[in-house]
């Protein structure tokens, strides 16, 4: 929902279309209802422009705008542009799928930014008190497979683990513990 409650944004996906080529299939998209109006509308009204990536898990900022994490990465393949690279989508260590990172964009779908750069995915954003993004980010690097708790700034800047480091082994007997879907709490407290 937003601060004042009178609009809740969420992620959609619509059916598949049988017989469609892969790149004409429907993709996880941003929709916002308006509840006075009973409004419902895609955030990005662009069908080429929504088709870029998927996009899922939004919240509000504080400043009206939305957070998301989405597999479009434009100013990762804008920096390959200015290489003279070709684009391609960042895929995640298994080669298996694009990379899921940060973006914000306006409440009309327009400016859409990158804020977080991350060979793995970086999901579920949440909304601090103090208006930095708090996010679950996959650390896959050699000797590294773990999920911990991290928070960025909106414009993308003072990136900062919270917690994780050193704390994925203590499960019961020793297991392997993962930190998924940050959320504040009322209390001033994180639950994982």
Do not use: C
Request: hydrophobic letters at 35%; aromatic letters at 8%; glycine letters at 8%.
């Amino acid at each position: 929902p937003s601060y004042d409650g009178t609009k809740l944004v969420f992620a959609l996906h619509r059916p598949l279309v049988d017989g469609a080529d892969p790149d004409q299939q429907p993709t996880w998209e941003i929709w916002e209802y308006v509840v006075a109006s009973r409004d419902l509308h895609r955030v990005i009204p662009s069908d080429t422009v929504a088709r870029q990536g998927n996009d899922v898990a939004p919240h509000y900022l504080p400043d009206g705008r939305i957070v998301f994490s989405s597999t479009r990465q434009r100013q990762s393949k804008a920096v390959l542009l200015d290489e003279g690279k070709p684009q391609f989508d960042a895929q995640d260590e298994d080669r298996r799928e694009p990379a899921f990172v940060l973006h914000v964009m306006a409440t009309d779908g327009a400016d859409i930014h990158q804020v977080s750069f991350n060979q793995s995915h970086d999901l579920d954003p949440a909304v601090l008190d103090d208006g930095r993004i708090v996010f679950t980010r996959w650390d896959s690097a050699p000797g590294h497979d773990e999920m911990s708790v991290y928070a960025i700034r909106p414009d993308g800047s003072g990136l900062e683990l919270l917690y994780g480091a050193n704390s994925h082994l203590t499960g019961t007997d020793g297991s392997t513990v993962q930190f998924l879907d940050p959320r504040p709490m009322a209390n001033g407290r994180m639950l994982v």
